[in-house]
């Protein structure tokens, strides 16, 4: 068998870089050499705009199918959420790391100003909309940048609090002892998840890439994009989808919401595992026929 040393993409921020070092330990463990590449992504770059006004999907992953595509790295390591629903030509899946932890979280300068009036930071469209159905009277500000960037942003603002993922504080040791955890929150599509992709023929890599999956976290993942993909058509929407697996069920949450919050358009089934084949294609359907076509059609009107 051909041996190489597998060259690791990654972004070049703190967590991108903990997650990269992550798999690079995991195939080192099972014999094989690698080095990591980090490469600076045009979403790390841009920071005075929101990331709907950039206008590309995979703003953070580009760079790196660029890269790969060039030959310059061998496999990329991405936060799940973040890669679009789609992937490059000649670019596949290769691993779904075990999930961590799928929660938002708030991190506060005291709590008092919720059930008043607050300001709330995040730059997801998702989380604002949620936020603001939850809290209508509240404002919701941008924000942007890495997890460093944006809890420093946090510290120097006059904002009540903002909203992270619990997994990339929790890997890199950042979580505050005082946080809100917003269980009531839907998360991103695959939020908490790690996706390692290769190219479709690169059988070294993907041989590797293959021991590092995790069965029962793919097939949830894979259900929660098939929601996103089907709803929104690659266009940027305030969507949240989480599913579970507790022995042999299939339990899935999923959302569209307007912009401002106001409407909500939730379907929530649970199923035999068995069963789970398009289940994330019929759940979007549900939510479409039910004004789900309506809502998207407003969003995109306004984003584009």
């Known amino acids: 068998m051909t041996h190489k040393k597998i060259r690791i993409g990654t972004r070049d921020s703190e967590l991108a870089l903990w997650q990269a070092k992550t798999v690079q330990n995991k195939l080192e463990k099972l014999g094989h050499e690698t080095i990591l590449v980090p490469v600076k992504s045009t979403g790390d770059i841009i920071l005075d705009k929101p990331l709907y ?37 000649g670019i596949i899946e290769g691993a779904v790391l075990e999930r961590a932890n799928s929660n938002d979280i708030l991190l506060h300068k005291g709590v008092d100003f919720l059930n008043t009036n607050g300001t709330i930071a995040t730059g997801s469209l998702r989380r604002k909309a949620q936020w603001l159905h939850k809290y209508p ?89 098939e929601f996103l993909r089907k709803l929104e058509g690659g266009c940027t929407a305030p969507i949240g989808a989480l599913a579970t697996i507790e022995e042999d069920e299939f339990h899935f ?40 076509k309506e809502l998207m059609q407003k969003i995109k009107a306004v984003l584009q």
């Not at 002892?177 to 059988?203: F, R, S």
């Not at 070294?204 to 069965?215: G, P, R, V």
Request: with cysteine; hydrophobic share 40%; glycine share 6%.
């Open 53 to 89: 006004e950039l206008g590309i999907t995979g703003i953070f992953t580009k760079t790196l199918d660029v890269a790969m595509i060039n030959n310059d790295i061998d496999i990329a390591v991405h936060s799940m959420k973040d890669v679009p629903t789609v992937l490059p030509k």
């Open 137 to 225: 009277k509240h404002a919701v500000v941008d924000l942007r940048g890495n997890v460093n960037t944006r809890m420093q942003k946090l510290q120097d603002s006059d904002w009540n609090g903002a909203i992270f993922a619990a997994a990339g504080l929790e890997r890199i040791n950042l979580k505050p002892k005082e946080y809100i955890d917003l269980d009531w929150m839907i998360p991103a599509p695959a939020q908490g998840a790690m996706l390692v992709v290769a190219k479709e023929d690169d059988t070294y890599c993907l041989e590797a890439l293959e021991k590092l999956d995790h069965e029962h976290s793919k097939i949830c993942v894979h259900v929660e994009r």
């Open 253 to 292: 949450t999923g959302a569209l919401f307007s912009l401002d919050g106001k409407e909500k358009i939730e379907v929530a089934e649970t199923i035999k595992l068995e069963d789970v084949n398009e289940f994330g294609i019929r759940c979007a359907e549900k939510v479409l026929n039910n004004g789900g």
